[in-house]
């Protein structure tokens, strides 16, 4: 495939893995970084004579790698009602996302060889972004058996996990564990305790007894992650918890860092930014496992965040169909989307002052690219020109309406958020442009 050559100009670059907060250009070519410089003036200079340049001014506005997001629902296959691999990596590519990783529950869920590459197949033909996929750990997700690692891992599949669901039986956490040590990837663990948290819709409380519904509490949660750093602990494996929301969990995990327990953990833009009063106002749009905690949790979770206790953020995207989500608060399935929305509201944060720029970048580049094993989040030379330009100060109102996402259960619709990207390239291939706000800063050669 041919690839037109790109040089952005003038632009903040900020690219944790390099080092890199400051002014740069940036030429692209051939589908990678060719080069990135204080200025790569005379621009002439850079122009082939058999094929084109496009250079764009991005005076005023950021560019960032490629953002990573480690914890997906794409519901392919078998759910493609609530989401398809052409409509779920377009919402990606919308929100800066250029990696993405699914998750297994699906129908068929990922337990199988033949599953994992028909998927992929399909990835092939439809994705605009790049797709790795996250292998079942139990047949089934039925926490009765291990699935084949193995073989799975031949398959492509980057790390193991039976999320939405927990590991109940710790024998078979254990070996999977062992098992992740040899094939050198990580466990994701769904941090729950299924005896304590089953039949509930909201955190434990009073907003749980207002709204007249069973509540999960916080335990629920810690007494997993204890005994999930635990068998990291005894194994030596790589252990990654998905969407801590915990400050209970948030301190384990920091005190297991400095044991030296090999433990990753990401957290969720909506954990950070609501607490579990928002159900009151945003039922089933509020409704997602683990549930909103409260706001002494909340402070917890970007206390994470600023001192490097916290990994990665990741959106937990999980579509569902509008009638699935009105069937009310007890009955409705837990989960809201988040792709195109994880990057403005992190930036939220940034504008708060609660974390700085560059931080913010690399939870959503460096931190999860690390934390997966995989080969995304920079932009130095010869690296896959999977990039996001970004412009920092422009302001919207959500509406899910316009979203790429075939899902609605947005808990920010209606919101004013500030940042947002404008374009989206994956390996030298434009997949997203918001054409109209850099068409005047666009010279084309």
């Not at 690839?3 to 907060?21: C, K, R, W």
């Not at 204890?226 to 790589?238: I, P, Q, V």
Request: with cysteine.
């Amino acid at each position: 495939m041919s690839h037109s050559d790109y040089l952005f100009t003038n632009a903040l670059l900020v690219d944790p893995g390099n080092g890199i907060f400051g002014q740069r250009d940036l030429l692209v070519r051939d589908g990678r970084v060719e080069a990135t410089a204080p200025s790569l003036a005379p621009y002439s200079e850079w122009k082939r004579p058999e094929g084109s340049l496009e250079i764009y001014d991005l005076k005023g506005m950021a560019l960032f790698p490629g953002l990573v997001d480690i914890h997906i629902h794409l519901r392919v296959p078998g759910q493609e009602h609530k989401e398809d691999l052409v409509s779920g990596t377009e919402a990606a590519a919308a929100g800066g996302f250029t990696s993405v990783l699914a998750m297994p529950n699906t129908s068929p869920c990922l337990d199988r060889s033949s599953v994992i590459r028909d998927l992929m197949k399909r990835v092939a033909s439809e994705s605009v972004v790049r797709v790795y996929p996250t292998g079942a750990i139990t047949r089934g997700q039925k926490g009765k058996s291990l699935v084949p690692m193995e073989a799975l891992r031949r398959e492509g599949v980057v790390a193991f996990s039976d999320d939405g669901r927990p590991v109940m039986d710790a024998n078979l956490a254990r070996k999977a564990m062992q098992a992740s040590v040899t094939l050198g990837c990580p466990t994701i663990s769904h941090c729950e305790d299924d005896c304590l948290a089953r039949g509930g819709a909201v955190q434990e409380g009073d907003v749980a007894e207002k709204l007249g519904v069973k509540g999960i509490p916080s335990a629920a949660e810690d007494v997993m992650t204890a005994r999930d750093l635990a068998l990291a602990w005894d194994t030596g494996a790589h252990l990654h918890l998905a969407h801590v929301s915990t400050g209970k969990s948030i301190g384990m995990i920091r005190k297991a860092k400095d044991k030296g327990i090999r433990v990753t953990a990401e957290v969720t833009p909506h954990h950070l930014v609501l607490d579990e009063s928002a159900v009151l106002e945003l039922g089933a749009n509020a409704k997602m496992n683990p549930p909103l905690r409260s706001a002494e949790d909340l402070l917890a979770l970007r206390e994470g965040l600023c001192d490097g206790t916290v990994d990665a953020v990741a959106s937990d995207h999980a579509p569902h169909h509008p009638d699935e989500k009105a069937a009310g608060l007890a009955e409705a399935p837990f989960g809201v989307i988040g792709l195109e929305t994880t990057l403005p509201v992190l930036l939220s944060l940034v504008d708060k002052e609660c974390i700085g720029l560059e931080r913010a970048v690399e939870l959503l580049t460096t931190g999860p690219a690390r934390a997966m094993g995989l080969d995304a989040g920079t932009l130095g030379a010869g690296d896959p020109a999977d990039l996001v330009i970004v412009d920092l100060n422009r302001t919207f109102r959500v509406d899910v309406s316009t979203f790429r996402s075939k899902a609605r259960n947005c808990p920010f619709d209606g919101w004013s958020l500030k940042g947002r990207a404008l374009l989206t390239m994956v390996g030298g291939q434009v997949v997203y442009e918001d054409r109209e706000p850099l068409e005047d800063r666009i010279t084309r050669g």
